[in-house]
T-cell receptor, first 111, second 113 residues
Framework: GENVEQHPSTLSVQEGDSAVIKCTYS??????FPWYKQELGKGPQLIID?????GEKKDQRIAVTLNKTAKHFSLHITETQPEDSAVYFC??????????FGTGTSLTVIP | DTAVSQTPKYLVTQMGNDKSIKCEQN?????MYWYKQDSKKFLKIMFS???????INETVPNRFSPKSPDKAHLNLHINSLELGDSAVYFC????????????FGPGTRLTVT
């Protein structure tokens, strides 16, 4: 099955700085890569996703990049704000299969 | 309207007891899941149902038994609870298996004493 590794496990940034979280996957057949944000006491929520036919996707302050050759993808958050503080999970899957989640990154934005 | 709801939100019980967690989705999705999140925040899939049929049954003790009475509901029954079962359990749903957004419920925090 798929194996997804996520780094770093914790990340602290100053408000206004950028944050980058990286994930690698093992199954070259994986074709969908979502990112979920989990706020304290809540369930994970999708914030952005990318499919294997696209190299980059952006939504306001959030962007995701995908390198299929190297089998890694990254989440970029620019101009971080305190409300960005949360646990972020990457995942990988292939059509018709389950999600394989990374181990999570706890992001703290320091005001 | 809440898309994916779970009850109860908190569950405190003693070792050896049997308990159930209920999940309902009003999104019209065909696929539902149960995840376990431990104290280190790892999200581990336990079960997946598609159109009321069990699709995924990860290595989970057979004390855990999911039941899907219809496409909108997926309940989790746990027998003979153990200390190691303490965790947050999330229900989720998606339109279908695979490359579809999963919508998570608010979670049920189970504490076994």
């Amino acid at each position: 099955g798929e194996n997804v590794e996520q780094h770093p496990s914790t990340l602290s940034v100053q408000e206004g700085d950028s944050a980058v979280i990286k994930c690698t996957y093992s199954d070259s057949a994986s074709n969908y890569f979502p990112w979920y944000k989990q706020e304290l006491g809540k369930g994970p929520q999708l914030i952005i996703d990318i499919r294997s036919n696209v190299g980059e996707k952006k939504d306001q302050r959030i962007a995701v990049t995908l390198n299929k050759t190297a089998k890694h993808f990254s989440l970029h958050i620019t101009e971080t704000q305190p409300e960005d503080s949360a646990v972020y999970f990457c995942a990988a899957t292939v059509t018709g299969n389950q999600f394989y989640f990374g181990t999570g990154t706890s992001l703290t934005v320091i005001p | 309207d809440t898309a994916v709801s779970q009850t109860p939100k908190y569950l405190v019980t003693q070792m050896g007891n049997d308990k159930s967690i209920k999940c309902e989705q009003n999104l019209g999705h065909d696929t539902m899941y149960w995840y376990k999140q431990d104290s280190k925040k790892f999200l581990k899939i336990m079960f997946s149902y598609n159109n009321k049929e069990l699709i995924i049954n990860e290595t989970v003790p057979n004390r855990f038994s999911p039941k899907s009475p219809d496409k909108a509901h997926l309940n989790l029954h746990i027998n003979s609870l153990e200390l190691g079962d303490s965790a947050v359990y999330f229900c989720a749903s998606s339109q279908d298996m695979g490359t579809w957004e999963q919508y998570f419920g608010p979670g049920t925090r189970l504490t076994v004493t």
